[in-house]
């Protein structure tokens, strides 16, 4: 495992050398596209109230998404 300073400095060298990458190639790899499940199954859900839409959060989402009102 390398030291702090050590750590440090590959970091350092990583934003660097990311840093001159053009706009373009550092917009590209800066989103990462994950599937959420049920979240992404459908264009869009509204709610006629946010008690709906958090009724709605914890009866049909995984835990893991982090809608739930406790982890």
Avoid: H
Wanted: with cysteine; glycine share 2%.
């Amino acid at each position: 495992m390398p030291a702090d300073d050590e750590l440090v400095g590959q970091w350092e060298a990583d934003f660097a050398a990311a840093a001159r990458r053009p706009l373009r190639q550092r917009f590209r790899y800066s989103f990462i596209r994950t599937y959420k499940p049920v979240l992404d199954d459908s264009p869009y859900r509204s709610f006629d109230t946010t008690a709906a839409y958090r009724a709605w959060c914890e009866a049909n989402l995984p835990r893991w998404l982090g809608y739930a009102r406790t982890l």
